[in-house]
């Protein structure tokens, strides 16, 4: 890049949904939001539809009435969907049994959970100790058959069967058929 040429700029509808979404969230009026910012409401109103030129003031003192961080403002906006193929992801093996978990989405800031694809073949069981107070686990299969939950409270589930229990007790699973699998979340207080 040459001296001469300006610095790239933010694409501005970005920052008009991103504006959008957090006044929504805190559920704020443009002439609400505006005033708490020190702004006129025909900017905020021009930002909002993608329009303008802000400056890096103007959107730090939104950034600040919304109570977000300036890069919240900012920052290009999360897929809205997203796509792993079967087979893909970080997996990890058991030393114990045929069983492979593949971590399919991990807990953003503010939410506490983990979402796993797990495939199991019969054999031994996978036995769980106790994860950190307050967790649950739900639990969908997939294909096959697996014996789950916490020890001595077991259920045999199939294909389509749901069900949740808490993790932080000593839990297990177990693939009563060849193919198993099943989905898990985990869910942490």
């Known amino acids: 890049m040459s001296d001469s040429q300006p610095p790239a700029r933010l694409p501005l509808e970005w920052i008009a949904a991103s504006l959008r979404r957090e006044r929504a969230r805190v559920g704020l009026s443009l002439s609400e939001l505006a005033k708490r910012a020190g702004i006129a409401k025909s900017t905020l109103s021009q930002l909002e539809g993608g329009g303008g030129n802000p400056s890096v003031e103007t959107l730090w003192a939104l950034a600040v009435a919304l109570g977000v961080p300036f890069s919240a403002l900012v920052e290009p906006p999360a897929p809205s969907v997203q796509v792993i193929r079967a087979g893909q992801g970080p997996s990890v093996a058991s030393e114990q049994a045929n069983y492979v978990g593949a971590l399919l989405s991990s807990s953003p800031p503010g939410a506490r959970r983990d979402i796993y694809r797990i495939t199991a073949e019969p054999g031994a069981a996978r036995d769980s100790e106790p ?59």
């Open 131 to 189: 994860h950190i107070p307050g967790s649950v686990e739900h639990l969908i299969v997939s294909t096959g058959r697996v014996k789950a939950g916490p020890k001595g409270e077991e259920v045999e589930l199939e294909p389509g069967d749901y069900m949740a229990y808490r993790g932080d007790v000593a839990h297990s699973y177990e693939a009563l058929l060849p193919g198993t699998t099943f989905v898990l979340v985990m869910q942490h207080m």
